[in-house]
């Protein structure tokens, strides 16, 4: 056997460990929560040598933010739809159909994002790295809303990383609202509520 192919079938059988991880990590943290989930439970669902799983992952901590981490790309495909709208009702139908998916994304993914909020309350790491997210978003955010002041849309006097900021906190108040099913109204009617809020106030 070649010595390339000897490497290819170690760099194979390390993604397949590391993906069987992942989804135990997955059906465990399901399972049992976040704080009740230990790495050994893990590790035994999985089927692989702690020392193997020590390659791989530190520990739950470890697993959580990978498995946060491919949740939240989706939600970030949504905040990456281009934005080039030609006028304040274009702007808002965009920002309306964003928001829809943004919450629909949560009510789909409610059982995964039960499990981040128990973890970002109990853990330094999940709390550290949802703050990133958080950022990462805002930072999307406030490129749309530079591009709509600059194209004389949006109300130039205020600072758009500020309003970036607002307009995010409020999708993530609802987003924990829909995971936790405290929300009184259907998804759509949020979406199209806090959106004609926001406009209203960000929009000439």
Same mark, same amino acid.
């Given at each position: #056997?070649?010595?390339?192919?000897?490497?290819?079938?170690?760099?194979? =059988? &390390?993604?397949?460990?590391?993906?069987?991880?992942?989804? @135990?990590?997955?059906?465990?943290?399901?399972?049992e929560g976040f704080q009740k989930a230990t790495i050994s439970q893990i590790i035994k669902k999985a089927n692989v040598g702690y020392g193997t799983a020590y390659v791989h992952f530190e520990g739950k901590d470890d697993l959580l933010i990978v498995l946060m981490e491919g949740v939240m790309a989706q939600f970030y495909q949504i905040?990456?739809?281009?934005? &080039?709208?030609? &006028?304040?009702? *274009?702007?808002? !139908?965009?920002?309306? *159909? !964003?928001?829809?998916?943004?919450?629909?994304? @949560? *009510?789909? *993914?409610?059982?995964? #994002?039960?499990?981040?909020? !128990?973890? /970002?309350? $109990?853990?330094? /790491?999940? $709390?550290?790295?949802?703050?990133?997210?958080?950022?990462?978003?805002?930072? =999307?955010? $406030?490129?749309?809303?530079?591009? &709509?002041?600059?194209?004389?849309?949006? =109300?130039?006097? %205020?600072?758009?990383?500020?309003?970036? =900021?607002?307009?995010?906190?409020?999708?993530?108040?609802?987003?924990?609202?829909?995971?936790?099913?405290?929300?009184? @109204?259907?998804?759509?009617?949020? @979406?199209?509520?806090?959106?004609?809020?926001?406009?209203?106030? %960000?929009?000439?």
């Amino acid at each position: #056997m070649k010595k390339d192919e000897v490497v290819d079938k170690r760099h194979l =059988r &390390s993604i397949l460990t590391r993906e069987k991880l992942l989804e @135990a990590a997955k059906q465990v943290f399901l399972e049992e929560g976040f704080q009740k989930a230990t790495i050994s439970q893990i590790i035994k669902k999985a089927n692989v040598g702690y020392g193997t799983a020590y390659v791989h992952f530190e520990g739950k901590d470890d697993l959580l933010i990978v498995l946060m981490e491919g949740v939240m790309a989706q939600f970030y495909q949504i905040a990456e739809i281009p934005f &080039s709208p030609k &006028s304040k009702t *274009e702007a808002e !139908q965009i920002i309306q *159909e !964003q928001a829809t998916s943004f919450l629909k994304l @949560a *009510e789909k *993914e409610r059982a995964m #994002m039960q499990v981040f909020e !128990q973890a /970002i309350g $109990s853990s330094p /790491i999940a $709390s550290h790295k949802w703050k990133e997210i958080r950022e990462k978003f805002i930072q =999307r955010i $406030s490129q749309d809303v530079f591009y &709509s002041q600059n194209n004389n849309l949006a =109300r130039p006097g %205020l600072n758009h990383e500020l309003v970036a =900021r607002g307009w995010f906190f409020a999708n993530e108040m609802y987003l924990w609202e829909i995971v936790r099913e405290e929300h009184k @109204a259907p998804v759509e009617e949020i @979406a199209k509520t806090i959106t004609a809020v926001y406009a209203a106030g %960000l929009y000439l």
